[in-house]
C-alpha cells in the first residue's frame, strides 16, 4: 500500500511539473493535495511586476534629472519674418557698409497661398512646447506674427540672454517649382563668427539630420553663409533651418499645413536635444 502511495506522489509530482496544478484524494481520507506550483507563479508575477515598477521608477528618475540639466541651457528660437515687416536697411555685420532689409514678409506658399510667416510662428511656438516639456530655458525672439523686428535686434536675444543655441526657423523659396527639400544654413568662418562657427555646424548637421529622418524630405545639406546679418551680429551659436521649399508643391502642402506643425516641431526639437545629450 505504501510503495502505492508513493509511486501515486510521484506521478502527482511529474503531472504537477507538466500541468501546473494536480489535485488528487489519497486513502479516502478526503484530504486534497494540491500543487505548491500556483504559488510559485505568484510569486513570479509578483516579482515581474515589482521589476516593471521599479523600472518605470528608474526611467522617470532619469527623465527628472535631465530636467534639471536642461534647465541651465538656453534655447532661442527665432521665427523668421513678420506680416508687417520692417523698412529700411542695416548692416550685414559690424563696421560693415553692405546692407540688407531689415525684416521682409518671407516667401508664399505657391500652391497653398500661406504666407511664410505664419508658418514660422506656428511652428516655433510648438518647438517651444516640445523643449519646455524637456526642461530647456526657451526664449522666443517674438510673440507675435505681426511683430516685426530687425535681424540685429533677433540677434541682440540670442546675445543679451546668453543662449547655448539660437535656432531660426525659415521656409525656404525658388523660381524653380522642382527644388524641394530642407536645408540648414550655419555661418561661415569668418571675423565675426570665429568663437562659434565649429559648434554651429555640429549643431546644424544634427538637427538637420534629425529633421530629414524624421520628416522623410530632401536633405540639401549644410551650407555656409558670410551674408547673414543674424548671424554677423551674433556673438552665441546660432543656425537657420529651411523646413521645406513654399514654392514645390509637395513640400508647400505638407510645411504650410497646421496639421503637420506638430511634426515638425517634435523633429526640430529632437534634432535639438540631440545637441545636448
Same mark, same amino acid.
Given at each position: 500500500?505504501r510503495?502505492?502511495?508513493?509511486?501515486?506522489?510521484?506521478?502527482?509530482?511529474?503531472?504537477?511539473m507538466?500541468?501546473?496544478c494536480?489535485t488528487?484524494?489519497l486513502?479516502?481520507?478526503?484530504e486534497?493535495k494540491?500543487?505548491?506550483?500556483?504559488?510559485v507563479?505568484?510569486s513570479?508575477?509578483?516579482?515581474?511586476n515589482?521589476?516593471?515598477?521599479?523600472?518605470?521608477?528608474?526611467?522617470?528618475?532619469?527623465?527628472?534629472?535631465?530636467?534639471?540639466?536642461?534647465?541651465?541651457?538656453?534655447i532661442?528660437?527665432?521665427p523668421?519674418?513678420?506680416?508687417?515687416?520692417?523698412?529700411?536697411?542695416?548692416?550685414?555685420?559690424?563696421?560693415?557698409?553692405?546692407?540688407?532689409?531689415?525684416?521682409?514678409?518671407?516667401a508664399?506658399?505657391?500652391?497653398?497661398?500661406?504666407?511664410?510667416?505664419?508658418?514660422?510662428?506656428?511652428?516655433?511656438?510648438?518647438?517651444?512646447?516640445?523643449?519646455?516639456? %524637456?526642461g530647456?530655458?526657451?526664449?522666443?525672439?517674438?510673440?507675435?506674427?505681426?511683430?516685426?523686428?530687425?535681424?540685429?535686434?533677433?540677434?541682440?536675444?540670442?546675445?543679451?540672454?546668453?543662449a547655448d543655441?539660437?535656432?531660426?526657423?525659415?521656409a525656404?523659396?525658388?523660381?524653380?517649382?522642382?527644388v524641394?527639400?530642407?536645408?540648414?544654413?550655419?555661418?561661415?568662418?569668418?571675423?565675426?563668427?570665429?568663437?562659434?562657427?565649429k559648434?554651429? %555646424?555640429?549643431?546644424?548637421?544634427?538637427?538637420?539630420?534629425?529633421?530629414?529622418?524624421?520628416?522623410?524630405?530632401?536633405?540639401?545639406?549644410?551650407?555656409?553663409r558670410?551674408?547673414?546679418t543674424?548671424?554677423?551680429?551674433?556673438?552665441?551659436?546660432?543656425?537657420?533651418?529651411?523646413?521645406?521649399f513654399?514654392?514645390?508643391?509637395?513640400?508647400?502642402n505638407?510645411?504650410s499645413?497646421?496639421a503637420?506643425?506638430?511634426?515638425i516641431?517634435?523633429?526640430?526639437?529632437?534634432?535639438?536635444?540631440?545637441?545636448?545629450?
Amino acid at each position: 500500500m505504501r510503495r502505492k502511495i508513493t509511486l501515486l506522489l510521484v506521478i502527482v509530482s511529474i503531472l504537477s511539473m507538466v500541468t501546473g496544478c494536480v489535485t488528487i484524494n489519497l486513502g479516502g481520507s478526503g484530504e486534497e493535495k494540491t500543487s505548491k506550483v500556483e504559488d510559485v507563479q505568484s510569486s513570479e508575477k509578483n516579482d515581474s511586476n515589482k521589476k516593471e515598477t521599479t523600472n518605470k521608477e528608474e526611467s522617470s528618475n532619469k527623465d527628472n534629472d535631465s530636467n534639471k540639466e536642461n534647465s541651465n541651457i538656453t534655447i532661442v528660437i527665432d521665427p523668421g519674418h513678420s506680416s508687417t515687416g520692417t523698412s529700411g536697411n542695416e548692416p550685414v555685420s559690424p563696421n560693415s557698409s553692405t546692407t540688407k532689409l531689415k525684416d521682409g514678409l518671407g516667401a508664399t506658399g505657391s500652391y497653398t497661398n500661406i504666407p511664410e510667416h505664419k508658418t514660422n510662428m506656428s511652428v516655433a511656438l510648438l518647438v517651444r512646447k516640445e523643449l519646455t516639456s %524637456k526642461g530647456y530655458n526657451v526664449i522666443l525672439t517674438k510673440q507675435d506674427v505681426a511683430e516685426s523686428r530687425s535681424n540685429i535686434e533677433r540677434a541682440e536675444v540670442g546675445n543679451k540672454n546668453n543662449a547655448d543655441l539660437v535656432v531660426r526657423i525659415h521656409a525656404d523659396s525658388a523660381e524653380d517649382s522642382s527644388v524641394n527639400g530642407a536645408s540648414m544654413h550655419v555661418p561661415a568662418n569668418n571675423e565675426y563668427t570665429s568663437s562659434f562657427y565649429k559648434i554651429s %555646424k555640429s549643431y546644424g548637421t544634427t538637427i538637420l539630420n534629425t529633421y530629414v529622418d524624421e520628416i522623410g524630405i530632401k536633405n540639401r545639406g549644410v551650407i555656409e553663409r558670410n551674408d547673414l546679418t543674424g548671424f554677423n551680429w551674433s556673438k552665441v551659436p546660432v543656425v537657420l533651418i529651411e523646413m521645406g521649399f513654399l514654392s514645390n508643391k509637395e513640400d508647400d502642402n505638407f510645411v504650410s499645413n497646421t496639421a503637420n506643425h506638430p511634426k515638425i516641431a517634435k523633429a526640430i526639437s529632437d534634432g535639438i536635444d540631440k545637441c545636448f545629450e
